[in-house]
Protein backbone atom coordinates (compact mmCIF):
# COMPACT_ATOMS: atom_id res chain seq x y z
CA UNK A 1 0.00 0.00 0.00
CA UNK A 2 1.43 3.58 -0.42
CA UNK A 3 2.78 6.12 2.04
CA UNK A 4 0.44 7.90 3.94
CA UNK A 5 0.77 11.16 2.07
CA UNK A 6 0.22 9.56 -1.30
CA UNK A 7 -3.22 8.21 0.26
CA UNK A 8 -4.11 11.71 1.66
CA UNK A 9 -3.65 13.75 -1.77
CA UNK A 10 -5.74 11.00 -3.65
CA UNK A 11 -8.53 11.09 -0.85
CA UNK A 12 -8.24 15.05 -0.88
CA UNK A 13 -8.84 15.00 -4.86
CA UNK A 14 -11.36 12.87 -4.72
CA UNK A 15 -13.31 14.61 -2.14
CA UNK A 16 -12.70 17.77 -3.84
CA UNK A 17 -14.14 16.90 -7.37
CA UNK A 18 -17.24 14.85 -5.77
CA UNK A 19 -17.55 18.49 -3.64
CA UNK A 20 -17.38 20.07 -7.18
CA UNK A 21 -19.46 17.84 -9.07
CA UNK A 22 -22.25 18.08 -6.23
CA UNK A 23 -22.53 21.95 -6.59
CA UNK A 24 -22.35 21.53 -10.18
CA UNK A 25 -25.42 19.00 -10.56
CA UNK A 26 -27.46 19.83 -7.81
CA UNK A 27 -27.04 23.09 -6.42
CA UNK A 28 -26.01 25.54 -9.29
CA UNK A 29 -29.11 24.72 -10.90
CA UNK A 30 -31.21 25.78 -8.43
CA UNK A 31 -28.83 29.16 -8.54
CA UNK A 32 -29.15 29.73 -11.95
CA UNK A 33 -33.14 29.69 -11.62
CA UNK A 34 -33.01 32.17 -8.33
CA UNK A 35 -30.97 34.76 -10.39
CA UNK A 36 -33.37 34.01 -13.36
CA UNK A 37 -35.93 34.91 -11.94
CA UNK A 38 -34.27 38.03 -10.10
CA UNK A 39 -32.94 39.17 -13.34
CA UNK A 40 -36.22 39.23 -14.56
CA UNK A 41 -38.29 40.77 -11.78
CA UNK A 42 -35.46 43.34 -12.30
CA UNK A 43 -35.77 44.22 -16.03
CA UNK A 44 -31.76 44.06 -16.48
CA UNK A 45 -28.97 41.95 -15.85
CA UNK A 46 -27.66 41.79 -12.40
CA UNK A 47 -23.57 42.57 -11.55
CA UNK A 48 -21.62 39.98 -10.46
CA UNK A 49 -21.73 41.22 -6.67
CA UNK A 50 -25.49 41.44 -6.84
CA UNK A 51 -25.44 37.91 -7.94
CA UNK A 52 -23.08 37.01 -5.11
CA UNK A 53 -25.65 38.21 -2.53
CA UNK A 54 -28.44 36.74 -3.81
CA UNK A 55 -27.18 33.29 -4.76
CA UNK A 56 -24.20 32.85 -3.03
CA UNK A 57 -21.87 30.07 -3.69
CA UNK A 58 -20.65 28.09 -0.70
CA UNK A 59 -17.25 29.02 0.49
CA UNK A 60 -16.52 25.06 0.34
CA UNK A 61 -17.89 24.67 -3.02
CA UNK A 62 -15.94 27.71 -4.41
CA UNK A 63 -12.63 26.25 -3.02
CA UNK A 64 -13.25 22.87 -4.56
CA UNK A 65 -13.73 24.14 -8.11
CA UNK A 66 -10.93 26.72 -7.47
CA UNK A 67 -8.04 23.85 -6.53
CA UNK A 68 -9.56 20.52 -7.86
CA UNK A 69 -7.53 21.02 -11.33
CA UNK A 70 -4.50 22.14 -10.29
CA UNK A 71 -4.84 18.95 -7.40
CA UNK A 72 -5.95 16.90 -10.41
CA UNK A 73 -3.10 17.40 -11.67
CA UNK A 74 -0.48 17.13 -9.35
CA UNK A 75 -1.81 13.85 -8.11
CA UNK A 76 -1.81 12.29 -11.81
CA UNK A 77 2.07 13.63 -12.18
CA UNK A 78 3.29 12.38 -8.92
CA UNK A 79 1.95 8.88 -9.19
CA UNK A 80 2.03 7.85 -12.95
CA UNK A 81 4.93 10.03 -14.26
CA UNK A 82 7.41 11.68 -11.97
CA UNK A 83 7.92 12.60 -8.23
CA UNK A 84 9.80 14.32 -6.19
CA UNK A 85 12.04 12.73 -3.42
CA UNK A 86 14.42 14.23 -1.13
CA UNK A 87 17.62 12.04 -0.16
CA UNK A 88 17.88 11.65 3.68
CA UNK A 89 20.71 9.88 4.64
CA UNK A 90 24.47 9.75 3.41
CA UNK A 91 23.59 5.40 2.30
CA UNK A 92 24.10 6.39 -0.98
CA UNK A 93 27.58 8.30 -1.39
CA UNK A 94 29.26 9.32 -3.67
CA UNK A 95 26.00 9.16 -6.41
CA UNK A 96 23.78 10.67 -3.86
CA UNK A 97 24.08 12.80 -0.77
CA UNK A 98 22.23 14.22 2.17
CA UNK A 99 20.71 17.18 0.73
CA UNK A 100 20.17 16.01 -2.54
CA UNK A 101 16.65 16.60 -4.52
CA UNK A 102 15.73 13.63 -6.71
CA UNK A 103 13.39 13.20 -9.71
CA UNK A 104 12.04 9.40 -9.92
CA UNK A 105 10.54 8.31 -13.21
CA UNK A 106 7.14 5.90 -11.66
CA UNK A 107 6.43 4.59 -15.21
CA UNK A 108 10.33 3.10 -15.35
CA UNK A 109 8.84 -0.34 -13.37
CA UNK A 110 5.25 -0.60 -14.45
CA UNK A 111 2.15 1.83 -13.82
CA UNK A 112 0.55 1.40 -10.55
CA UNK A 113 -2.09 2.94 -8.83
CA UNK A 114 -1.76 5.70 -6.38
CA UNK A 115 -2.98 3.96 -3.05
CA UNK A 116 -3.11 -0.21 -3.56
CA UNK A 117 -0.17 -0.19 -5.70
CA UNK A 118 -1.85 -2.75 -8.08
CA UNK A 119 0.11 -3.02 -11.29
CA UNK A 120 -2.32 -1.30 -14.15
CA UNK A 121 -0.01 -1.39 -16.92
CA UNK A 122 3.40 -3.42 -17.40
CA UNK A 123 6.44 -0.93 -18.27
CA UNK A 124 9.39 -2.32 -17.56
CA UNK A 125 11.62 -4.15 -14.81
CA UNK A 126 14.70 -3.02 -13.30
CA UNK A 127 18.42 -3.48 -14.69
CA UNK A 128 21.26 -4.25 -13.23
CA UNK A 129 22.98 -0.80 -12.39
CA UNK A 130 19.76 1.51 -11.79
CA UNK A 131 19.21 3.73 -8.79
CA UNK A 132 15.75 2.60 -7.21
CA UNK A 133 13.29 4.10 -5.56
CA UNK A 134 11.01 0.83 -3.32
CA UNK A 135 9.02 0.26 -0.20
CA UNK A 136 11.19 -1.05 2.80
CA UNK A 137 9.98 -4.21 3.18
CA UNK A 138 10.43 -4.19 7.16
CA UNK A 139 8.29 -0.93 6.79
CA UNK A 140 6.26 -0.20 3.62
CA UNK A 141 5.09 3.06 4.37
CA UNK A 142 8.87 4.07 4.17
CA UNK A 143 10.49 4.86 0.73
CA UNK A 144 13.97 3.81 0.10
CA UNK A 145 16.50 4.12 -2.53
CA UNK A 146 19.72 1.70 -3.62
CA UNK A 147 21.44 0.46 -6.35
CA UNK A 148 20.21 -2.68 -8.19
CA UNK A 149 22.47 -5.22 -8.13
CA UNK A 150 20.57 -8.60 -8.79
CA UNK A 151 17.93 -9.77 -11.06
CA UNK A 152 15.52 -12.58 -10.60
CA UNK A 153 17.83 -16.06 -10.61
CA UNK A 154 20.55 -14.35 -10.44
CA UNK A 155 23.08 -15.26 -7.68
CA UNK A 156 25.02 -13.08 -5.11
CA UNK A 157 28.20 -13.05 -3.22
CA UNK A 158 29.60 -10.85 -0.93
CA UNK A 159 32.57 -11.51 1.41
CA UNK A 160 35.45 -9.41 2.55
CA UNK A 161 33.52 -6.36 0.74
CA UNK A 162 33.71 -7.86 -2.79
CA UNK A 163 31.05 -8.47 -4.55
CA UNK A 164 30.66 -11.34 -6.87
CA UNK A 165 27.89 -11.83 -9.64
CA UNK A 166 26.87 -14.99 -11.47
CA UNK A 167 24.15 -13.79 -13.84
CA UNK A 168 20.74 -16.06 -14.55
CA UNK A 169 21.51 -19.29 -16.73
CA UNK A 170 18.47 -19.35 -19.41
CA UNK A 171 19.44 -23.10 -20.07
CA UNK A 172 17.05 -22.56 -23.20
CA UNK A 173 20.19 -20.75 -24.80
CA UNK A 174 23.07 -21.94 -26.88
CA UNK A 175 25.43 -20.20 -24.61
CA UNK A 176 26.86 -21.67 -21.38
CA UNK A 177 26.28 -20.48 -18.75
CA UNK A 178 28.27 -17.29 -16.84
CA UNK A 179 30.63 -18.61 -13.42
CA UNK A 180 30.45 -16.83 -10.27
CA UNK A 181 32.90 -13.81 -10.65
CA UNK A 182 34.02 -10.72 -9.21
CA UNK A 183 32.98 -7.50 -9.91
CA UNK A 184 35.72 -5.91 -10.57
CA UNK A 185 36.73 -2.48 -8.55
CA UNK A 186 39.66 -0.04 -8.91
CA UNK A 187 40.70 2.64 -6.16
CA UNK A 188 39.92 6.31 -7.12
CA UNK A 189 40.69 8.25 -3.84
CA UNK A 190 41.05 8.15 -0.15
CA UNK A 191 40.15 10.64 2.41
CA UNK A 192 37.12 12.89 0.38
CA UNK A 193 34.11 11.40 1.83
CA UNK A 194 33.75 11.27 5.65
CA UNK A 195 31.58 9.45 8.08
CA UNK A 196 31.79 11.40 11.07
CA UNK A 197 36.16 11.85 11.55
CA UNK A 198 36.14 8.06 9.41
CA UNK A 199 37.73 8.72 5.48
CA UNK A 200 35.83 6.83 3.29
CA UNK A 201 37.97 5.04 0.37
CA UNK A 202 36.30 5.76 -3.15
CA UNK A 203 36.56 3.19 -6.00
CA UNK A 204 34.78 2.52 -9.27
CA UNK A 205 32.83 -0.57 -9.44
CA UNK A 206 32.60 -2.21 -13.13
CA UNK A 207 28.95 -3.65 -13.08
CA UNK A 208 27.47 -5.53 -15.77
CA UNK A 209 26.16 -2.45 -17.19
CA UNK A 210 28.60 -0.02 -16.44
CA UNK A 211 30.59 1.93 -14.29
CA UNK A 212 29.51 3.40 -10.72
CA UNK A 213 31.64 4.52 -7.84
CA UNK A 214 31.11 3.31 -4.17
CA UNK A 215 32.82 3.89 -0.97
CA UNK A 216 34.16 1.69 1.80
CA UNK A 217 35.07 2.04 5.28
CA UNK A 218 38.42 1.04 5.69
CA UNK A 219 38.04 1.27 9.69
CA UNK A 220 34.92 -0.70 9.95
CA UNK A 221 35.02 -4.49 9.57
CA UNK A 222 32.18 -6.55 7.76
CA UNK A 223 29.06 -6.98 9.59
CA UNK A 224 28.63 -10.63 8.31
CA UNK A 225 26.67 -11.70 11.49
CA UNK A 226 24.18 -9.41 10.35
CA UNK A 227 23.37 -10.67 7.17
CA UNK A 228 20.58 -12.31 6.00
CA UNK A 229 20.32 -16.08 5.82
CA UNK A 230 19.30 -17.26 3.16
CA UNK A 231 17.89 -21.46 3.54
CA UNK A 232 20.16 -23.61 2.06
CA UNK A 233 23.03 -21.12 1.10
CA UNK A 234 25.96 -20.10 2.96
CA UNK A 235 26.74 -16.55 4.98
CA UNK A 236 27.16 -14.03 2.11
CA UNK A 237 25.80 -16.17 -0.45
CA UNK A 238 21.87 -14.83 -2.13
CA UNK A 239 20.18 -16.42 -5.16
CA UNK A 240 17.54 -13.90 -5.86
CA UNK A 241 13.85 -15.37 -6.12
CA UNK A 242 11.54 -14.99 -9.15
CA UNK A 243 10.06 -11.67 -8.48
CA UNK A 244 12.38 -9.95 -6.32
CA UNK A 245 15.89 -7.78 -6.82
CA UNK A 246 18.67 -7.66 -4.53
CA UNK A 247 20.00 -3.86 -4.02
CA UNK A 248 23.41 -2.02 -1.89
CA UNK A 249 23.88 1.23 -1.21
CA UNK A 250 26.59 2.63 -2.63
CA UNK A 251 28.21 3.26 0.58
CA UNK A 252 28.76 -0.19 1.17
CA UNK A 253 29.63 -0.45 5.24
CA UNK A 254 27.00 2.44 6.13
CA UNK A 255 24.13 1.14 4.32
CA UNK A 256 20.75 -1.10 5.33
CA UNK A 257 20.55 -3.03 2.17
CA UNK A 258 19.39 -6.82 0.69
CA UNK A 259 22.79 -8.31 2.97
CA UNK A 260 20.55 -7.66 6.45
CA UNK A 261 16.61 -8.25 5.36
CA UNK A 262 16.75 -10.03 2.08
CA UNK A 263 15.09 -9.22 -1.50
CA UNK A 264 12.80 -6.30 -2.64
CA UNK A 265 9.17 -7.68 -4.11
CA UNK A 266 8.37 -6.82 -7.65
CA UNK A 267 5.46 -4.81 -5.80
CA UNK A 268 7.50 -2.46 -3.61
CA UNK A 269 9.36 -1.19 -6.41
CA UNK A 270 8.17 2.68 -6.89
CA UNK A 271 10.36 4.12 -9.57
CA UNK A 272 14.14 5.02 -11.19
CA UNK A 273 16.05 7.62 -9.79
CA UNK A 274 16.60 9.38 -13.24
CA UNK A 275 17.59 13.07 -12.10
CA UNK A 276 19.32 15.61 -9.59
CA UNK A 277 17.37 18.84 -10.00
CA UNK A 278 18.81 20.56 -6.62
CA UNK A 279 21.77 19.77 -4.15
CA UNK A 280 21.65 21.63 -0.54
CA UNK A 281 25.21 21.71 0.86
CA UNK A 282 24.06 21.97 4.97
CA UNK A 283 25.96 23.50 8.00
CA UNK A 284 28.41 21.41 9.21
CA UNK A 285 29.65 23.21 12.23
CA UNK A 286 28.57 22.54 15.64
CA UNK A 287 29.41 25.48 16.89
CA UNK A 288 27.27 27.43 14.35
CA UNK A 289 24.28 29.41 15.71
CA UNK A 290 22.64 28.10 12.17
CA UNK A 291 20.47 24.88 12.76
CA UNK A 292 21.93 21.75 10.89
CA UNK A 293 19.01 21.52 8.72
CA UNK A 294 19.38 25.10 7.50
CA UNK A 295 20.59 25.11 3.81
CA UNK A 296 23.74 27.31 3.59
CA UNK A 297 24.60 26.74 -0.46
CA UNK A 298 23.34 25.02 -3.55
CA UNK A 299 25.34 22.62 -4.67
CA UNK A 300 25.56 23.16 -8.55
CA UNK A 301 27.90 20.57 -9.76
CA UNK A 302 25.98 17.81 -8.63
CA UNK A 303 22.96 18.76 -10.61
CA UNK A 304 22.27 16.26 -13.68
CA UNK A 305 21.56 12.82 -14.49
CA UNK A 306 22.27 9.86 -11.86
CA UNK A 307 24.35 7.33 -13.13
Not at 103 to 126: A, F, I, N, Q
Not at 206 to 226: K, R, S, T
Request: aromatic content about 14%.
Amino acid sequence: MAGYFAIFLVMFTIGSGLIWLFDSIFLAPKRNLILAQAEAAAGKTLSDDIKQQIAPQSYIAETAQSIFPLIAMITILRSFLYEPFQIPSDSMMPTLLDGDFILVEKYSYDVKDPVWRSTLLKTGTPQHGDVAVFKNPEQPTVDFIKRVIGLPGDRIFYKNKQLYLQKRCDNSSSHACSALEPIHQHFKSDGEYFIGSYPLKRLTEQGPAGQYDILQNAMLPEAIHNYYRQPGNETGEFIVPDGHYFVLGDNRDHSHDSRFWGFVPEQNLVGKAVLKWMSFEFNQDPNSWLPGWVPVGVRFARLGAIE
